[in-house]
């Protein structure tokens, strides 16, 4: 696929040791950190290098106290919480940290940070919130940077992914997702999210090798 890299961005969405086997007690999704060499690959075509961490308290409503409470509802009256996770890349702990072998935060073009709030647990890249509201300022940049296309990969496929995806489709962004450069929490979902972002505007290719600009 010939794609333009000017005005192309990549976006490395929450690559961070707290979604690898590097971190067993938070949340490792298996083969997390072996999307290093994928995303670093579909970074050569773009001109622009983006990154979004989730960046949690130590302490949330959402955060499962036992393995039990796992994926189950936060009680409550919680607009901006969901279900339960174990606590994951907390700030100042090595979970927060990119994976090793990408690029410090300092060079890429914008890191954009998200969770801080106890009260917020968002999925997306885009908004802090989960109905969209209340913007990170990743569409924005886009918008300033007259992006065409976003080439995105991260953790997790079924999750922040397909979140981030389906805001920048909404948005009328391009958006190619680099299937190598992701992995999912459960194969169920990610196979559901695919066809998701797929219904929502987004192409998928296999690996980087399928690019050139
Ligand atoms: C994620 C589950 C919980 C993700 C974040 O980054 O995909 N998944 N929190």
């Known amino acids: 696929m010939k794609i333009k890299k000017s005005k192309t961005v990549s976006f490395d969405v929450d690559p961070q040791c707290g979604f690898t086997p590097i971190c067993p007690d938070e949340l490792p999704i298996t083969e997390g950190d072996l999307i290093v060499d994928e995303l670093n690959a579909q970074a050569a075509f773009a001109q622009y290098r983006l990154v979004s961490k989730d960046c949690h308290p130590e302490q949330a409503p959402w955060i499962a106290t036992s393995p039990e409470q796992i994926m189950t509802p936060v009680e409550g009256d919680h607009p901006n919480l969901d279900i339960k996770w174990p606590a994951h890349c907390v700030v100042g702990t090595k979970g927060n940290t990119l994976i090793p072998g ?66 920048l489709c909404n948005a009328n962004v391009q958006v190619l997702v680099n299937l190598a450069a992701c992995r999912g929490v459960d194969n169920e979902t990610t196979e559901k999210a695919i066809q998701e972002m797929q219904n929502a505007g987004a192409k998928m290719i296999k690996s980087s090798q399928e690019l050139e600009c």
Do not use: R
Request: proline letters at 5%.
């Open 102 to 167: 990408l690029p410090s935060e300092s060079s890429y073009d914008l890191v954009v940070e998200k969770g801080i709030d106890p009260l917020k647990h968002p999925y997306g890249a885009c908004y802090h919130d989960l109905s969209d509201q209340e913007s990170t300022g990743v569409l924005e940049w886009l918008v300033a940077h007259q992006i065409e296309l976003v080439i995105v990969g991260g953790l997790a496929t079924d999750y922040c992914v397909k979140t981030t995806v389906l805001q």
